[in-house]
């Protein structure tokens, strides 16, 4: 079994990172930012062939938050990874900041999709791998939604679109954490069986453990090795992971820890201010 | 009489010139590619098209994706799809990140006809030019509906052009030179300002003559730019004329009679008479019998513009 310690160590550095930005800022969405942590690790830190010197190099690796509200993942890792100095990350939905509460492709280097509005990232990441087939370019197209975030029309839209158009250049992680704000996926509106309904639609489905990075990278591997389909990653997460007191709870979906609730986190992740 | 082309089938042509000559260039159009002509493209660079299916969020959100790699898309389908259905993801998907892409939309206004209300967007202008970095434009006839299409590939950012189903009289020379953002006096007058978009600049230029024959001496603008509007021509017509009436096939809340008003009431206020659909909705009949119905043809623009002189 390959040992991930310097991954998970990361892992906890990006969810040091989101606590500490969470509490700066004084709004944002820690819940869903916590469970996609080990997906956009080892995204970032193995898999994603990025510059962070260049981040609009052309043959790059893509990678689309569709669920943009976990914007401060992904903002803990691009600064980690070098793309922005570790910083600004005290500046996130600041006025000025270049750290918007949701993706902006424009002000942020790294972002490669403006995301926020809900079901529309799946799409633009379809287009990006639509764009590399067409030009028979080698870089492989990533895309993380929301466990309620399927609720949204359009994803069934890009999923005939994905399946259709064979995007075997694309993989999508699905951060099944199984709560939405306004409660358990199950009492607001059922997705299941999600894998069935990405499998009815023309995908190749895996399911894994999304905290697991031995899981993550099999499923990976598995992704780039089918052919004629777009494959999908159904990561079983918990919503704010890592934190005790957050952990599947939902009313840490879109709030920030107060200077308490910050310090007793931290101390958790053995992380200092 | 005029050659007649619809501003779609231009639009259709003007693609395939354009795909030739552009390898970025890639189409998308959602089920209706017959429709919107960009039927023509796909049968020139079959790679280069892609159907979405019936799918108008989908059309948006992938060609803002294809735009974010360096494709120019034109994305096309019917206007009220476009802009009413996929509003929102044009907003944030497509204007907020400057991505270029090039919404074609056709099938806008009443001359829709027998499909009726639900088909004919007479709000699409409104919707359109209230989003940031979004460029608007509206072609007067086949000739412009060509060079638009070109300017739009230039201009680097998001572009809506609306175009019509019906066949309209060409009334632009081949040699008129087009440009985003500056609109063009097509005649000189000095009584009254008739300013006009889309398939209504013909309709100005036939009130123009009527009312030549009456001894009134109007003059026409074609505002094909309808954002950013071209200030200086509004102006410039205020002052040397007695009133501006501004005709365009859609709602006079929103579109071009609201931009007139805007520039005029910041710069030099001036009588104004928008015609348009007076916010009402559609219905079905025949394209040129609903433009008469609704007030859109010379005789009313010559009322108006009689009504106004009398003010």
């Known amino acids: ?191 299941e069986p999600i ?39 159904i990561a079983k997460t918990v919503k704010g992971k890592g934190v005790s007191f957050m952990e599947d709870q939902v009313d840490w979906h879109g709030k920030a820890p107060s200077e308490e609730e910050a310090a007793k986190a931290l101390e958790e992740l053995g992380g200092v201010f | 009489m005029a050659n007649m082309i619809a501003t779609r089938d231009a639009y259709g042509e003007a693609l395939k010139e354009l795909g030739e000559i552009n390898k970025d260039i890639v189409v998308l159009d959602a ?38 790699t360096g494709k120019i898309p034109f994305a096309s389908t019917f206007a009220i799809f476009a802009t009413g259905r996929a509003y929102e993801i044009i907003r944030n998907s497509v204007a907020y990140p400057k991505l270029n892409v090039k919404i074609a939309a056709t099938h806008a206004g009443l001359t829709v006809g027998e499909d009726g209300a639900t ?56 040699d008129y030179e087009f440009e985003i953002g500056k609109s063009v006096q097509l005649r000189n007058g000095s009584d009254v300002t008739i300013i006009a978009t889309g398939v209504m600049v013909a309709k100005a230029l036939e009130a123009c003559d009527k009312l030549a024959e009456e001894n009134i001496s109007a003059r026409v603008i074609n505002i094909s730019t309808i954002k950013p509007i071209d200030k200086d021509i509004i102006i410039k017509a205020a002052k040397e004329t007695k009133g501006i009436v501004t005709v365009e096939e859609h709602n006079i809340i929103g579109g071009l009679g609201s931009a007139v008003a805007e520039v005029l009431a910041e710069n030099h206020p001036a009588h104004i008479v928008r015609i348009g659909t007076m916010d009402t909705f559609g219905e079905s009949g025949d394209g040129n019998k609903l433009l008469d119905k609704y007030g859109l043809n010379a005789e009313n623009i010559v009322a108006k513009a009689k009504e106004l002189l009398n003010k």
């Open chain 2, 31 to 68: 089920d209706l590619s017959g429709s919107t002509k960009t039927a023509v493209f796909k049968k020139a660079f079959p790679e280069r098209f892609f159907n979405v299916g019936i799918a108008e969020q989908n059309l948006m959100a992938t060609a803002a994706g294809l735009a974010t």
């Open chain 2, 119 to 174: 088909h004919q967007a007479l709000e699409d202008i409104s919707l359109m030019r209230s989003i940031p970095n979004m460029v608007v434009l509206c072609p007067a006839d086949a000739v412009e509906t060509k060079k638009c299409v070109f300017k739009a590939a230039e201009h680097n950012g998001p572009v809506y052009i609306r175009l019509g189903r019906s066949k309209v009289p060409v009334i632009l020379d081949e």
């Open chain 1, 1 to 191: 079994m390959a040992s991930y310690e310097n991954l998970e160590k990361i892992a906890n550095n990006l969810r040091v990172e989101v606590i500490k930005m969470l509490k700066e800022a004084k709004s944002g969405h820690p819940g869903g930012s916590l469970s996609a942590c080990e997906i956009l690790t080892a995204l970032y830190f193995k898999e994603m062939n990025v510059d962070s010197n260049n981040p609009n190099w052309p043959e790059r690796d893509r990678f689309v938050l569709s669920k943009g509200h976990a914007a401060p993942i992904l903002y803990a890792a691009l600064a980690e990874k070098g793309f922005f100095p570790k910083e600004e990350l005290m500046t996130l939905r600041k006025i000025d900041s270049m750290l918007q509460g949701h993706p902006d492709m424009k002000g942020t280097p790294g972002v490669d999709m403006t995301t926020g509005s809900l079901g529309q990232g799946l799409a633009a990441a379809n287009g990006m791998a639509i764009a590399g087939k067409l030009d028979s370019k080698e870089y492989r197209v990533y895309a993380l939604l929301g466990d309620g975030e399927v609720q949204e029309g359009i994803i069934w839209e890009a999923a005939m679109l994905a399946a259709h158009y064979q995007l075997d250049n694309l993989t999508v992680f699905l951060d099944h954490n199984g709560l939405q704000i306004d409660g358990w996926n199950r009492d607001v509106m059922n997705i």
């Open chain 1, 195 to 233: 894998d069935e309904k990405f499998k009815a639609f023309g995908w190749y489905v895996i399911n894994i453990d999304g905290h697991s990075f031995e899981e993550i990278f099999m499923a990976l591997e598995e992704a780039k090795n089918t052919k004629g389909k777009p494959t999908i990653i």
